[in-house]
T-cell receptor, first 114, second 114 residues
């Protein structure tokens, strides 16, 4: 499978705990994105990387959220001190240098904070 | 700023019915326009796109015409099938200074009655 891969697919955590999600983009895609989606809504942009550089962050990305892409390949999204409002699906996507406007999503990582 | 508004909630046509899902956009840039489709348990996937005004995107019997004069990109199909049941999102890239960001509508759930 050469699509965008995310891990874990589901995570249940207690409020206050830290969680980390991993994303492996399509190979040779230089751009990587993180989005958040809640039930009944469209995906909302969080941040994006071009290679290893984080070029944009949404105001939705509070100080408790941090994303990295250290070698320009896979990326991690960490949420510290989780809150119930963080419960959502976290989607990773990637795009190629040829067509940066067409992005390809992974299957998402569901987070439930209890 | 750029925005997208689409038919809200759920649409319940019967198999064989024609379909229109409305999408209106607001932008100063006239970028590409997209329809994404999301099946249960999966991330959104690109369904069709139109690169510029007066282009028509097509996929699996669905069509959408990029209309600049009415700022619309309605999704249409002559005869829907049960397999078309999914959530559909109209989307456009963000501003030129933030072309990395795709802005999604709130989604329209299409449930085809057999």
């Amino acid at each position: 499978d050469t699509g965008v891969s995310q891990d874990p697919r589901h995570k249940i955590t207690k409020r206050g705990q830290n969680v980390t999600f991993r994303c492996d983009p399509i190979s040779e895609h230089n751009r990587l994105y993180w989005y958040r989606q809640t039930l009944g809504q469209g995906p909302e942009f969080l941040t994006y990387f071009q290679n290893e550089a984080q070029l944009e962050k949404s105001r939705l990305l509070s100080d408790r959220f941090s994303a990295e892409r250290p070698k320009g390949s896979f990326s991690t999204l960490e949420i510290q001190r989780t809150e119930q409002g963080d419960s959502a699906m976290y989607l990773c996507a990637s795009s190629s240098p040829v067509d940066g406007n067409t992005i390809y999503f992974g299957e998402g990582s569901w987070l439930t904070v209890v | 700023g750029d925005s997208v508004v689409q038919t809200e909630g759920q649409v319940l046509p019967s198999e064989g019915d024609s379909l229109i899902v409305n999408c209106s956009y607001e932008t100063t840039q006239y970028p590409s326009l997209f329809w994404y489709v999301q099946y249960p348990g999966e991330g959104p996937q690109l369904h069709l796109k139109a690169m510029k005004a007066n282009d028509k995107g097509r996929n699996k019997g669905f069509e959408a015409m990029y209309r600049k004069e009415t700022t619309s990109f309605h999704l249409e199909k002559d005869s829907v099938q049960e397999s078309d049941s999914a959530v559909y999102f109209c989307a456009l890239p963000g501003s030129r200074s933030s072309a990395s960001k795709i802005i999604f509508g709130s989604g329209t759930r299409l449930s085809i009655r057999p």
